[in-house]
């Protein structure tokens, strides 16, 4: 809900996609630059101690963002305050799966706790961008993005009480694995999940601003939280399929049979040029989404030491919002420069270069040694 609204309200202060795409940028690299060290101190302080104020930070920065966009602010002043909105993301999901990982350690049941914790996020994507969408352009154009505020204060509040089953905070320097690089982005493996999960985050970003424009383009705005919901309605599905099949390849087999068909789904999106063939498309893309971010985030469980999942998971996390950041912004200045269907190639690019990094250094993705 946060980029969408933020691209629905600042396009309708501003009448640009390009300046929409910007903030929603800025938003998201934000986000990818702080994600990881609240990762890092969720590791080491425990999820609780950041959480609380993290939701309380990202609620203020987000009012007042909606606040400076309906007050006609300049660019620069939106640029601003969408820098504390992004960095004060709450890293739910990363967390989550962290407490998946240090209750099911070693056991074949962590592939299916992953695709489960991929199928939650991805009703999420199903009914965030309607909602956003409805509440945009039937409520109030910042009603949606000061829903997402509410929903991500109460959200991540309810949360944190929870610390029953939170992960033990792992203090001590004398760990192993990657917390005694500092970092778990020492693990080669993990850069070059990183990329992947970039490629990904392109697909999202692209897919987010190109279908704003192009039902705005065709006069049909109420139709974009719909068609962006199809496309994450197949990510779900592919989901819950992912969960329920025991796999007998390994993931690093799986992610270099699942990457290649979502580059391949996201060919024919830049041609689409009717609701119905575009609808059909994007859930192709949508199916081939899951299987390769359930894979991903599988992946870490035997690449990086439990001490510094969380921190693992931000990263990737992170990535999907860098990724996405880049994509609304190259997609929105190609909608409004070269129209709307323009937009739809950024996904392609996106993927296609995280593919050949993978194919080139798939040899890193080989688990730790225990």
Sequence with gaps: MLTIGIVLLVQHTTGSY?????????TGVAMALCAPQSGKLADRFGQTA??????????????????????HAPLWALLLAAVPAGASVPQVGPMVRARWGAKLEGSPLMATAAAFESVTDEFTFVIGPVLATALCTSVHPA??????AALTLIGGLLFAAQRRTAPVPQRSAGQTGASAHGSALAVPGVRVLIAVFLGIGAVFGGMQVSLTAFTESIGRPGINGVLYG???????????????IRFRTAPRKRLLIAYPLLTLACSGLWAAHAVPLLGA????????IAPSLITGYTLVESLVAPAARTEAFTWLTGAVALGQAAAATVAGRLADGFGASTGFLVPLAGTALALAVLAALRGRLMPRAA
Excluded: Q
């Design 230 to 244: 199809i496309f994450a309605a197949g990510n779900m599905l592919s989901g819950v399929a992912c969960g329920a």
């Design 50 to 71: 950041v959480l609380v104020p993290g939701v309380i930070t990202h609620a203020a920065s987000v009012t007042l963002l909606t606040v400076l966009a309906l007050g």
């Design 143 to 148: 009603a949606g993005l000061l829903a997402e």
């Design 281 to 288: 498309i994007g859930l192709l893309v949508g199916l081939c």
């Design 18 to 26: 390009g300046s929409a795409g910007t903030v929603s940028a800025v």
